[in-house]
């Protein structure tokens, strides 16, 4: 974590694999050897400070925010200066070569130089702006790959859900900074800034991978089955900053989904917020139900939604991008 300043808003890569072999799929790319995942990290310019798995995938805290592998997909987000898509090249090469696995699709949340790595792709672009906070996103797919690519219509639907947060409360944003010569390690104190903030609240039966940073900041990996959370805090005056993505599935109730926004709206309250969805569905009228849910969930903790925008990506699904600023907040 940064000691100097915000590090800005995570960039974030979703690649999607897949193969004819059976007996591969089943662990896919879970059997990358960690040394070439640490190698591939340290291209990125992050390295791997804590880690958890379960019989659907791996999560990995990074030095720079978090990595999920499951056998036929990566998510990385990183922050800061980290170099991201350089992890593309070594990815995608070893996965073919070692596991017979072909890249499929890949979504990527901004855009620069994206196309001198992904020339070969079709490629959507989707930007949405506001005064504060503004959303690219590119999802992309190879066009040979897509007449082969195996789908199971019967597997529920999933979402995405992904908040940034910014100008924290600042006595709430106090929590994630640790003690002077507190002689902890980042796992406990992790732990510690995890029960003390109530995050180990949103999703109580989840399984929790956390970490404090020293002297501030918080990265956390939370699994439930096969989804899962994360939460990654730079709480300094003047530029702090928090995110949270989930993925779940849209066979959960609506009760469930404000139970959660809600709750990371208390841990934070921040002054300005950004709720990006992204959901396999193609259906308007969902989107405009997603677009309420978000909306009535916020604002009834003291938020005005800014703006909204809408957009359908082939090979991604639709994306869902709403902003909100505190009506109202007392000085910490």
């Not at 800061?80 to 070569?97: D, E, H, M, R, V």
């Not at 849910?293 to 903790?301: D, H, I, K, P, R």
């Not at 082939?314 to 909100?324: D, H, K, R």
Request: glycine letters at 6%.
């Amino acid at each position: 974590m940064a000691l100097s300043g915000f590090e800005g808003f995570e960039k974030r890569l979703e690649l999607h694999f897949f193969g004819d072999d059976p007996t591969i799929l089943k662990l896919g790319l879970r059997k990358l050897d960690f040394d070439f995942i640490q190698q591939t990290l340290e291209a990125v310019q992050c390295t791997v400070v804590s880690a958890v798995g379960n019989s659907y995938f791996d999560a990995y805290v990074l030095s720079e925010s978090s990595l999920f592998v499951y056998p036929t997909k990566i998510i990385i987000k990183t922050c800061g200066t980290t170099q991201l898509l350089k992890s593309i090249s070594p990815l995608t090469y070893f996965a073919n070569q070692q596991l017979g696995l072909t890249l499929f699709s890949c979504r990527y949340t901004r855009v620069a130089n994206v196309n001198h790595h992904m020339n070969e792709f079709r490629s959507k672009w989707k930007t949405s702006n506001s005064s504060n906070h503004s959303h690219y996103d590119m999802s992309s797919n190879t066009v040979n790959a897509c007449k082969s690519y195996p789908t199971n219509k019967n597997k529920s639907s999933s979402y995405t859900i992904e908040i940034c947060m910014t100008d924290l409360d600042p006595t709430l944003a106090r929590n994630f900074f640790r003690r002077p010569y507190d002689g902890k390690t980042g796992d406990s104190a992790g732990k510690e800034m995890t029960e003390l903030t109530g995050i180990n609240e949103i999703k109580k039966e989840a399984l929790i991978c956390d970490f404090a940073f020293d002297p501030c900041g918080y990265s956390m990996n939370s699994m439930h089955g096969e989804w899962y959370s994360t939460i990654h805090v730079t709480p300094e005056d003047g530029f702090s900053y928090a995110s949270f993505e989930c993925i779940g599935s849209t066979d959960d109730d609506n009760v469930n989904i404000v139970h959660m926004l809600r709750k990371v709206v208390q841990i934070f309250r921040p002054g300005t917020m950004s709720v990006s969805t992204t959901t396999k569905s193609f259906n308007e009228c969902n989107n405009e139900e997603w677009t309420r849910v978000v909306a009535g969930a916020v604002e009834n903790m003291g938020f005005k939604c800014r703006s909204c925008a809408m957009d359908h990506f082939p090979e991604a699904g639709s994306v869902v991008f709403q902003t909100f600023s505190a009506l109202r907040r007392k000085s910490g």
